[in-house]
């Protein structure tokens, strides 16, 4: 069965400063995707980042990277220039290529950014 | 364009009596998801519907939850002889084709059973 293991449940960080968030999964298949969701207090989930499995460059989208270590299974969020406006609850997630069904969710992190 | 939408926002209702909640997903995604968001269990997979091909049911709890999606677009999840445990955030979200694409979720709906 696939899993994702969030370890940190709650961070916190000064606001302009970097975090980083931490996740490993487990499956047994090759070709799969990993996703980042944040979820503030509105509810919305919105997704962060998506790393495909057959790709070694790390996924980067402004202030926000991942480093993917496949060999690992580790896929942590790191998170720059931190701005109250990222203060939520970080979910990593898992897909297997052409399963087409669901995400596999880890338990999440609750980040609260410090003014 | 117009994300996912979900309704009602917000939902109270007593235990035992029939709830449904729908889901309007991204105009031209052909993967819908449900997923049941509540503290003790994280978020879970419901069911999973792509085009015309049978859904995915594999997550539902129990046989007093299904779902339909009319015409490929809008679906409903109905929850029959609601219990507390039920209570939960209702979570919907679409992808364009199912195929490990990214999926974008919808704000969700509270169930709330008495």
């Known amino acids: 069965a696939q899993t994702v293991t969030q370890s940190q449940p709650e961070m916190s960080v000064q606001e302009a400063e970097t975090v980083t968030l931490s996740c490993t999964y487990d499956?047994?298949?090759?070709?799969?995707?990993l996703f980042w969701y944040k979820q503030p207090p509105s509810r919305q989930m919105i997704l962060v980042i998506r790393?495909?499995?057959?790709?070694?460059q790390n996924a980067t989208e402004n202030r926000f990277s991942v480093n993917f270590q496949k060999a690992a299974k580790s896929f942590s969020l790191k998170i720059s220039d931190s701005q109250l406006g990222d203060t939520a609850m970080y979910f990593c997630a898992f897909i297997e290529n052409n399963a087409g069904n669901m995400l596999t969710f880890g338990g999440g992190t609750r980040l609260m950014v410090k003014p | 364009g117009a994300g996912v939408s979900q309704s009602p926002s917000n939902k109270v209702t007593e235990k035992g009596k029939d709830v449904e909640l729908r889901c309007d997903p991204i105009?031209?995604?052909?993967?819908l998801y449900w997923y049941r968001q509540s503290l003790g269990q994280g978020l879970e997979f419901l069911i999973y519907?792509?085009?015309?091909?049978?859904?995915?049911k594999s997550g539902l709890p129990s046989d007093r939850f299904s779902a339909e999606r009319t015409g490929g677009s809008v679906s409903t999840l109905t929850i029959q002889r609601t219990q507390q445990e039920d209570s939960a955030v209702y979570l919907c979200?679409?992808?364009?084709?199912?195929?490990?694409?990214?999926?974008?979720f919808g704000p969700g709906t509270r169930l709330t059973v008495l």
């Open positions: 105009s031209g995604h052909t993967a």
């Open positions: 790393q495909e499995a057959y790709k070694q």
């Open positions: 499956t047994s298949e090759n070709n799969y995707y």
């Open positions: 519907f792509q085009g015309n091909s049978a859904p995915d």
């Open positions: 979200a679409s992808s364009l084709n199912g195929l490990a694409g990214a999926q974008f």
